[in-house]
């Protein structure tokens, strides 16, 4: 089945730098790619999410890349805040899967 | 107003004893979900549902039994409970369980077993 890597597992960052978090998967019949924001004794919340028709997406601060060759993906928040300090999931799925594969989550960090 | 709820938010349990988590979503999705959250795992998958029907089942134990009455319910039994089974268990649901689409997920109901 689908496996999907996520690196780093803990970032840090100056506060209005950028923060950029790496996913991988294995599947290549994988389609959609979400990200996922989750506060503490929060559930997860979906922030922004590309299907494989796309290269880039961009919802205000949020950037994602999707590589299909390298079958990488990745996530960029500009100009981070306090308030995007928690921590992120990335996750790939097929049409066939039925199901959200996650990654081991990263812990992001604002610094002021 | 959360459309997706469980009960409870958080349970304590005994070693070897049965718990029922509750999850009921009022999105009007067809499918639903199970997964599962702790330190060692965060985030792991373990059953979906659509239309009512089994679609797949990642969980080695039969010690979990989802239970769906109707279709905006599904429900998690787990018997023999053990301390390994400590957790967050989130419920979750989206349009038509194809895989490619928004995932919602509830507040979860956090379990410990003594």
């Known amino acids: 089945g689908e496996q999907v890597e996520q690196l780093p597992s803990i970032l840090r960052v100056q506060e209005g730098s950028s923060a950029s978090i790496n996913c991988s998967y294995e599947?290549?019949?994988?389609?959609?790619f979400p990200w996922y924001k989750q506060e503490p004794g929060e559930n997860p919340k979906l922030i922004i999410d590309?299907?494989?028709?796309?290269e880039r997406k961009q919802i205000q601060e949020l950037i994602v890349l999707l590589d299909k060759k390298a079958k990488r993906f990745s996530l960029h928040i500009t100009d981070t805040q306090p308030g995007d300090s928690a921590m992120y999931f990335c996750?790939?799925?097929?049409?066939?899967?039925?199901?959200?594969?996650f990654g081991q989550g990263t812990k992001l960090s604002i610094k002021p | 107003d959360p459309k997706i709820i469980q009960k409870p938010k958080y349970l304590v349990a005994v070693t070897g004893s049965e718990k029922i988590l509750i999850c009921e979503q009022y999105?009007?999705?067809?499918?639903m979900y199970w997964y599962r959250q702790s330190a060692k795992k965060p985030l792991e998958f373990m059953f979906s549902?659509?239309?009512?029907?089994?679609?797949d089942n990642q969980t080695a134990s039969s010690r979990f039994q989802p239970q769906s009455s109707k279709k905006n319910h599904l429900d998690l039994q787990i018997t023999a409970l053990k301390p390994d089974d400590s957790a967050t268990y989130f419920c979750?649901?989206?349009?038509?369980?194809?895989?490619?689409?928004?995932?919602?997920f509830g507040h979860g109901t956090k379990l410990s077993v003594l």
């Open positions: 979750a649901s989206s349009q038509e369980g194809t895989g490619s689409e928004r995932l919602f």
């Open positions: 599947d290549s019949a994988s389609n959609y």
């Open positions: 590309i299907r494989s028709n796309m």
């Open positions: 996750a790939a799925s097929s049409y066939n899967q039925g199901k959200l594969i």
């Open positions: 999105l009007g999705h067809n499918a």
């Open positions: 549902y659509s239309y009512q029907k089994l679609m």
